[in-house]
């Protein structure tokens, strides 16, 4: 083999490497830009990813928010009806009581609903000798149906008349102009044991309190309804 021949085959074997390095940096260069694809796609997903879950997290907030603005409202409309409704019903009682004045302006039956406000009182206490309290405008109407009362009680109670001692301290009197917020009584009697460890009080205003908070369900579902509590 001549040199000419030897150079041909020299130069032969070197475009062959070149070639085969060539291809090998394509193989790699192709290779190397799909791993980067694949990773770029991997972290572009990942970021969504984090975009959609920052963002979920971010839309229950709103929503727990909203659930929450909505609750205190609701809450607070909620109360402002049960005000309105407890002013209503408040206004009644008081409505109530100042009609509770009239009924000592007719001295026929006012006197007669002291004698049973007695009796009552009586028949609660059982007691052989009482202290009895009322209005000092009431003391002379008191006085004129002590014995009828004390008689009724004995005969329904099949015991001696009881010994019954009228206070010289006496109940307040109604309300008027010149006191108006200071403390009355509508009328009515108030009955305690000698020793003052049981006490009766039978006035009008008592009655009513407890007439009304009785009656308070029957008050609030005829002017209300039945509504939720």
Partial sequence: MNDADVSKQIQQMVRFIRQEAE?????????????????KLQLVEAEKKKIRQEYERKEKQVQVRKKIEYSMQLNASRIKVLQAQDDL???????????????????????????????????????????????????????SVLQSAKDEYAEKSKVHPPEIIVDNVHLPPPPSHHNAHGPFCSGGVVLASRDGKIVFENTLDARLDVVFRKKLPEIRKSLFGQVAA
């Fill in 23 to 39: 291809e090998k940096a394509n193989e790699i260069s192709v290779s190397a830009e799909e791993e980067f694809n694949i990773e």
């Fill in 89 to 143: 019903v408040n206004a009644m009682k008081e409505d109530a009581s100042k009609e509770l004045l009239n009924v000592s302006h007719n001295h026929h039956n006012y006197k007669d609903l002291l004698k049973d406000l007695i009796v009552q009182s009586l028949l609660r206490l059982k007691e052989p000798s009482v202290l009895l309290r009322c209005r000092e405008d009431d003391v002379h109407l008191v006085q």
